[in-house]
């Protein structure tokens, strides 16, 4: 049976901590990487040999990459990418895929995501806390 806490601001206050103290958790895990998915089997990087325009769905672009030393041809479900520009690939045994859906970005934002998600839960518990009172 969970303790009874006689007065309302102790409720609150108990009911703050908890939520603080899980954020927390919650951001230490995001901060620290463990929400993320590695790449399965090896990156390799290859050039585009046929570009695909995304206004053109269903055909799939056309990368050649080194593969134990000689080039090979694979099938990219990708699109939007220039004739001859390098892509960074994950080859694994079902085929090619990108290695990662960013954008040219420099750093990696995931923290300060998870920062920033944290701070939205807390807004939100501060009001609910406050249209509670109301």
Do not use: I, K, N
């Not at 609150?12 to 103290?21: H, K």
């Not at 089997?41 to 325009?53: I, Q």
């Not at 045994?93 to 998600?117: F, H, I, K, Q, Y």
């Amino acid at each position: 049976m969970p303790p009874v806490l006689g007065t309302p601001a102790a409720q609150a206050g108990a009911v703050a901590v908890l939520s603080v103290l899980v954020a927390v958790v919650l951001a230490a895990f995001g901060g620290y990487g463990m929400w993320s998915v590695a790449v399965d089997g090896r990156e390799a990087t290859g050039r585009v040999v046929t570009a695909v325009s995304c206004a053109d769905p269903g055909r799939p672009e056309e990368v050649e990459l080194l593969v134990d030393g000689s080039p090979v041809r694979a099938q990219l479900d990708a699109c939007g990418h220039r004739e001859g520009e390098e892509v960074a690939l994950a080859v694994t045994d079902d085929g090619v895929s990108l290695a990662s859906a960013r954008t040219g970005a420099t750093t990696d934002a995931r923290v300060l995501g998870v920062v920033l998600a944290v701070f939205a839960g807390m807004a939100g518990a501060g009001y609910v806390a406050l249209y509670r009172r109301a």
